[in-house]
């Protein structure tokens, strides 16, 4: 996709963009330094989710923090973009401390690279 083309609003991306450009609160049950459950993958950012949201898959809308490596349990920040997943409804906010600089597509790219696969979404700012 080069941007031009529409993007097919889905519940979880409805959801989302709510956010964008918001200073968001997050719960961070899966700290950077863990690893996944099931999957057993190593948490390369800190991955939470907003309190008191549904998304679409019936959990709390997930985010990922990106700016600090120590593991943490709660975080505040701005929401910059989202990771609008193209084969599943299940897109991640992009939040930072605030104040902090805008990141780049390919600077967030990498940062989530551990969990999203290059090709398979999106990045949609504000």
Do not use: W
Not at 15 to 37: C, E, M
């Amino acid at each position: 996709m080069t941007g031009a083309e529409p993007i097919e609003e889905s519940g979880s991306l409805r959801l989302a963009r709510q956010f964008l450009g918001r200073t968001v609160h997050l719960t961070i049950d899966r700290p950077y330094g863990s690893r996944h459950p099931t999957c057993g993958f190593l948490y390369l950012a800190n991955y939470g989710y907003v309190p008191d949201t549904l998304a679409p898959d019936g959990e709390e809308l997930d985010a990922y923090y990106l700016g600090s490596t120590e593991p943490m349990t709660s975080a505040h920040g701005t929401c910059i973009a989202i990771i609008h997943r193209l084969h599943d409804d299940d897109d991640k906010l992009i939040v930072v401390p605030i104040g902090a600089t805008t990141l780049d597509d390919a600077t967030i790219a990498a940062a989530v690279e551990f969990q999203e696969t290059t090709g398979h979404y999106i990045v949609i700012r504000p």
